[in-house]
C-alpha cells in the first residue's frame, strides 16, 4: 500500500515499523508453517529445510536493499545524436505475488527514447530485477519500472509491457493454467504519440504469446 504524504505518494514497500526478525526467527516460522501443513520437521528430510526456505527468500526477496536510482546513475551522452527507440524484449521475470507468496513468471519487455542520454542496456533489466525481488502485483511493479527510468533518464518517453503467469491462478484457487496477464504502462511519446506506440507494439510482437506458468 502507498503512504501518501504532502509531496505525493511515497513506497512503503521498503519501510516496515517492525524490525527484521533474525534468522533464526524467520527459521522457527518456517517449521511452524511445517507443522501447519500436518508434517514433522523433526525428521531426516524436512531437519535443514527451514535453513534451506530461508536462504532461498534471500535470493527471491532480494530487491528491498538496492535503490534502483542508484543502478541507472551512470549514462552516456556519446551517442552521436541517437534518438530512436531502444528496446529491451523478452526480459524473463520471476517475481512473487503479494497476495499468496507464490511466482509470478513470465517476461518483460521495456522502451524508452533517448533524450541525449543512454544506459548501458543491463540497466533496465536490473531495474527490473529489483522491482521484480519484492512483493508485487503486476500492476505496480509494471509501473515502477517504467516510472524509474523515467524520472532518472528523463528520456522522451517510456514503454514497459509485462506479460506474466501468477501461480496463485494456475496451481491454486481459480485453476486456470495457460492464462496470462498483461500489463503495460507508456509514458511521454508512447502514451501521447500513437505511431511511437504502434512502433513499439510491432517491435515486440513476434515474441509476444503465452508465457510458462
Ligand atoms: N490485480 C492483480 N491481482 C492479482 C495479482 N496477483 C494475484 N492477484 C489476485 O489477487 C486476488 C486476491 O484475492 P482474495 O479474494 O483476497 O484472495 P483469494 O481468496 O486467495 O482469491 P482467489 O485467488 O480467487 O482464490 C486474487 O484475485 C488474485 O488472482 C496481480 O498481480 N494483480
Ligand atoms: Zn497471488
Known amino acids: 500500500m502507498n503512504i501518501h504524504t504532502p509531496n505525493g505518494p511515497i513506497d512503503s514497500s521498503r519501510a516496515s515499523a ?48 538496492t535503490d534502483p ?35 509470478i513468471i513470465g517476461k518483460a519487455h521495456i522502451a524508452y527514447l533517448p533524450a541525449g542520454r543512454v544506459v548501458g542496456i543491463s540497466k533496465l533489466a536490473r531495474v527490473l530485477e529489483v522491482y521484480a525481488k519484492r512483493l508485487q502485483i503486476q500492476e505496480k511493479l509494471t509501473a515502477q519500472v517504467a ?17 506474466a503467469a501468477h501461480q496463485c491462478m494456475t496451481t491454486r484457487g481459480v485453476h486456470k493454467p495457460g492464462v496470462t496477464m498483461v500489463t503495460s504502462r507508456m509514458l511521454g511519446a508512447f502514451r501521447d504519440d500513437a505511431s511511437t506506440r504502434r512502433e513499439f507494439m510491432s517491435l515486440i510482437q513476434g515474441s509476444r504469446g503465452t508465457v510458462e506458468g
Not at 535453513?51 to 527468500?57: F, G, Q
Not at 551517442?79 to 512473487?96: C, K, Q
Not at 524509474?148 to 509491457?161: E, F, S, Y
Open 69 to 103: 536510482v542508484e543502478l541507472l546513475a551512470r549514462s552516456f551522452e556519446e551517442t552521436d545524436g541517437y534518438d530512436e527507440m531502444v528496446v529491451l524484449r523478452d526480459i524473463r521475470l520471476e517475481s512473487h505475488c503479494e497476495h499468496h507468496m507464490v511466482p
Open 147 to 163: 516510472n524509474t527510468i523515467n524520472d532518472v533518464l528523463k528520456p522522451k518517453g517510456v514503454a514497459v509491457v509485462i506479460e
Open 18 to 65: 517492525e524490525p527484521r526478525p533474525s534468522r533464526e526467527e524467520a527459521e522457527a516460522a518456517v517449521r511452524t508453517l511445517l507443522r501447519w501443513s500436518g508434517d514433522n520437521p523433526a525428521r531426516e528430510g524436512l531437519i535443514d529445510t527451514p535453513a534451506r526456505v530461508v536462504r532461498s527468500y534471500e535470493e527471491f526477496f532480494d530487491g528491498y536493499d
